[in-house]
């Protein structure tokens, strides 16, 4: 997690355990307060064991009551530490993907789309840079015509294999 004001770090599981104490009562009612029965997922959102939710009746949840928790240090707004749509990569992180590329013989995609203008950039890159480019995706993405080579099943079967 990332604070808007200062750009303070955070860990997902840090404020995992903070929401906890600020929200025993709501917590119990998904049945989350195990901290087995949920996983920060990619995004930042608390992913839900199969059987929590099942157990619950989402529509009983009192949303209302649920208290958030700012940064520690400011008080600033807390978000995940990821890039949302609508926003841009931070220029950074843009020229470290860069210089990667750069050094790289090839460039693996992995279930993106590349619909976003900041993925196919790299993709595009590597066309014309002569790196070779490989696509793992179940369905068309914006760089298939660039592509030396792609695979059409999930991804997790690709990288299990590739594994
Ligand atoms: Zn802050």
């Known amino acids: 997690m990332i604070c808007l004001d200062y750009g303070i770090r955070i860990s997902r599981a840090a404020l995992?355990?903070?929401l906890a104490a600020l929200n025993?009562?709501?917590l119990t009612s998904l049945g989350l307060k195990s901290s087995r029965r949920w996983r920060a997922a990619?995004?930042?959102d608390a992913?839900?064991?199969e059987t929590a939710l099942?157990?619950?009746a989402l529509k009983e949840i009192d949303y209302a009551g649920f208290r958030i928790k700012d940064c520690a240090r400011c008080g600033g707004i807390l978000k995940p530490d990821v890039v949302l749509f609508g926003e841009n990569v931070p220029r950074q992180r843009v020229e470290h993907a860069r210089r990667c590329l750069a050094q790289c013989d090839a460039?693996?995609?992995i279930g993106s789309s590349l619909i976003v203008f900041s993925g196919y950039r790299l993709a595009r890159a590597a066309g014309a840079a002569g790196t070779a480019l490989f696509i793992i995706n179940?369905?068309?993405t914006r760089a298939d015509e660039l592509a030396l080579a792609k695979v059409e099943i999930p991804a997790a079967i690709a990288?299990?294999?590739l594994v």
Request: zero cysteines; a negative charge.
């Open 138 to 140: 179940q369905r068309k």
């Open 159 to 161: 990288l299990d294999y």
């Open 47 to 49: 992913g839900l064991e």
């Open 54 to 56: 099942k157990e619950t």
């Open 24 to 26: 025993p009562s709501w």
């Open 42 to 44: 990619p995004d930042g």
């Open 16 to 18: 995992q355990e903070e």
């Open 107 to 109: 460039l693996l995609v």
